[in-house]
């Protein structure tokens, strides 16, 4: 979608970006301690996300390592954000909860986009305020853009509505982070 925006106007937007500050790592699970362990096979943290993974590609959700999940963890949470968006908040790609524990290999396109009928996930709202996953899609001329899949263990499950967005995700999350890690991935369209 947002291939389709002008050179110019993602340039023109290139010093708008939400912040890494404002993402759920750094905000209700701040004090949260810092030792799980999240990995890909497809790319390094830091390194650049393949287009297989992209919306410039076939969209796919990367695979993903997920290590030192504590005892006593009820579940996971997958919560992806591009703090690079030009908006207010961190642009929402994937809200994944109640994941299991023990589920700590996520293999590549675990998460449907968007979320359809016998999905073996709850999936949340994402930006575009549709169930499922969205694969980065940055605008044109934007600049790099990090993608933080968020990963948070939980002392007691997420009590979530139904089709939950940010907002419900973030308070869920408050005092019940009891183990967080992150990788970083990065896309850009020139």
């Known amino acids: 979608m947002f291939e389709m925006l002008p050179h110019a106007v993602g340039q023109a937007l290139s010093g708008l970006r939400a912040g890494a500050e404002k993402a759920a790592f750094h905000t209700v699970a701040a004090e949260a301690p810092a030792t799980l362990r999240v990995t890909s096979e497809a790319f390094a943290d830091t390194a650049p996300i393949p287009a297989r993974y992209t919306a410039d590609g076939d969209g796919l959700s990367p695979p993903l390592a997920i290590a030192g999940v504590p005892d006593g963890a009820a579940a996971l949470v997958l919560f992806v954000e591009d ?3 030009p908006s207010s908040h961190p642009f929402v790609h994937l809200i994944a909860w109640n994941l299991r524990p023990e589920a700590q290999n996520v293999p590549e396109g675990a998460f449907a986009s968007p979320a359809g009928e016998g999905s073996s996930h ?3 709202r994402n930006s575009f305020q549709k169930d499922g996953r969205l694969p980065p899609d940055p605008p044109t001329g934007h600049g790099p853009h990090h993608y933080l899949f968020q990963v948070f263990a939980l002392a007691r499950p997420a009590d979530l509505p139904a ?9 869920a999350l408050r005092d019940n982070v009891i183990a967080k890690g992150m990788l970083t991935g990065t896309y850009e369209r020139a």
């Open 122 to 124: 709850d999936l949340g």
């Open 83 to 85: 703090p690079d968006a």
């Open 163 to 171: 089709s939950p967005g940010r907002g419900a995700l973030l308070d």
